[in-house]
């Protein structure tokens, strides 16, 4: 049987991992939790029953191997609690539903994640919560749109598809000043790249179905929060029991263990490529917060240890036939929705239709790229023989 580390604050971010939400002592030496599948909870004695005494009362409220993933992701998020989700959007909803009510005011990020937006301007307006979008970009300057009735303020960083870097500490030390609590929705970095509740994060919101699966292979979601929000957190997931599956729950524990070296490896790649990308003639513009040319790469640099393998580029101005040439053609990359997983993926996308704080209006065609664990010669050689049908079938840009 192993012990467990007494002192995990002092142990490094791949050992926490490693060991995390994990007792073999519990499980008959066993080095992991199995799946525990079920409903209904025994208990001993009718004292038992009605004074609710066991540690698990019933499946929706948890089981050994969500409260492992559930231990393991408040450990690693530095928060005092969390509570999972079926899939990264039912965390955000979670999240929003935990610090809103009606006759509320929502500040939403610009460039947040669309099906988040689709839930404010839907649900929440049915709700009677009002959301106002912000310039991502907007900094301590946030204070003008406060009103009395803001509640909460969401930021996402970097921007879904475009990349834009919050100010999140400034950001949060105006909400804390006007009694508002701040969200974030970190799937991007993960907490091992951004620390969310170290940088005046209330509830952070995590995609487990993205790096923390790492396989493409499963749905999930996570909501850490601080001392102020975990009890409220708490008390909205037992309310709407909107839980996680038993199998999905094991698989991300599993990829929690090797969730630092995969990330470390997308980072790699996706660096490489990324500063690839940018000397093509083919591409306008790369949207890496790493790269020193990023307009938000200063604050990326003062907030983040890192960054995962998912950016952007801003193409000259080619026809959407010369971008259907060029990506139906790809041996390597796949094109699909969602991204965390090994492989590389690349997807179209355009935000004008969308945003409604900020102008989208680039020079030319976008893609979004995910870069897996491959070889990135290989995945080169791809986009190579990509971009010569993308010139050949516009034979000049316009
Ligand atoms: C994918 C994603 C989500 C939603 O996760 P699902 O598990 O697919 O619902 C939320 N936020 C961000 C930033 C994402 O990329």
Known sequence: MTKTPSDRSKLGARTRLVHAGRDPNEQHGFVNTPIYRGSTVLYGTYDDLVNRRNRYTYGTKGTPTTEALELAWTEISGAAGSVLA?????????????????????????????????????????????????????????????????????????????????????????????????????????????????????????????????????????????????????????????????????????????????????????????????????????????????????IWQRDFKGSSGLFSVILEPFSTKAVAAMLDGLELFGMGYSWGGFESLVVPFDCSSIRTATCWNPEGPALRFHIGLEDVEDLKRDLEAGFSRLRSADSAPL
């Not at 539903?97 to 939403?108: E, I, P, V």
């Not at 994640?113 to 301590?140: H, K, M, N, S, W």
């Not at 980072?267 to 040319?293: C, I, Q, Y």
Request: charged share 20%; glycine share 8%.
């Open 86 to 298: 079926p899939s990264g959007l039912a965390a955000v909803t979670l999240a929003l539903t935990t610090c809103l009510k009606a006759g509320d005011h929502l500040l939403m990020t610009d460039s947040v994640y669309g099906p988040t937006r689709i839930f404010c301007d839907t649900v929440l307006q049915r709700f009677g919560v009002e959301t106002t979008y912000y310039d991502p970009t907007v900094g301590a300057d946030i204070e003008a749109l406060v009103r009395s009735n803001t509640t909460a303020i969401f930021t996402e960083a970097p921007g879904s598809q475009s990349f834009e870097v919050q100010d999140v500490p400034a950001i949060a030390n105006v909400a804390h000043r006007h009694g508002a609590a701040v969200l974030m929705d970190n799937t991007w970095a993960t907490p091992l790249f951004f620390s969310p509740h170290d940088h005046g994060v209330d509830l952070a919101i995590e995609a487990g179905t993205k790096y923390l699966s790492g396989g493409s292979d499963l749905l999930l979601g996570m909501v850490s929060a601080n001392g102020r929000w975990f009890k409220p957190l708490r008390r909205t997931f037992d309310a709407i029991a909107m839980c996680a599956g038993p199998e999905d729950v094991f698989l991300a524990l599993r990829g929690l263990r090797t969730m630092e070296l995969r990330l470390r490896e997308h980072e790699r790649n996706g660096l490489e490529m990324a500063r690839w990308l940018a000397t093509r003639s083919e591409v306008s513009r790369v949207l890496h917060p790493a790269l020193e040319n990023h307009p938000g790469h200063a």
